[in-house]
């Protein structure tokens, strides 16, 4: 088991920002981008209330399939595509070592 992964953000500037991410501590992406001053709001927190934390999977990852609460928030935000996932549903695990995911454009 990884005691630390690594993840690649790309933010709404198109700048690719690499991040060491602890497995061990039950942290989810939007947590961990929050902590690196990304622009994620996650303004519900990270119960998938909001979209605020609106990411688009650019690597080939297979992650576990979303819950109906993620897929009722993401059918009501903007900008949504195929490769949509609300970040604070990610939970930070061995599987995401290598992740790309990239900011989706603010609703406002």
């Given at each position: 088991m990884l005691?630390?992964?690594n993840?690649?953000v790309?933010?709404?500037?198109d700048r690719?920002h690499?991040?060491e991410a602890?497995?061990?501590?039950?942290?989810n992406?939007?947590?961990?981008?929050?902590?690196?001053?990304?622009p994620?709001?996650g303004?519900?927190g990270?119960i998938?209330?909001?979209a605020?934390?609106h990411?688009?999977v650019?690597s080939?990852?297979?992650l576990h399939?979303?819950s109906?609460?993620?897929?009722?928030?993401?059918?009501?935000?903007?900008f949504?595509?195929?490769?949509s996932r609300?970040?604070?549903?990610?939970?930070?695990?061995d599987e995401?070592?290598?992740?790309v995911v990239?900011l989706?454009p603010?609703?406002?």
């Open positions: 005691s630390t992964i993840i690649t790309i933010d709404r500037e690719r690499e991040l602890p497995t061990d501590m039950g942290l992406l939007m947590e961990l981008c929050k902590s690196y001053e990304l994620v709001k303004t519900c990270g998938a209330l909001c605020s934390c990411v688009y650019q080939d990852h297979i399939e979303p109906d609460d993620e897929l009722a928030m993401l059918d009501s935000a903007f949504v595509q195929p490769n609300l970040a604070c549903q990610l939970k930070l695990q995401l070592e290598g992740l990239r989706a603010e609703s406002e």
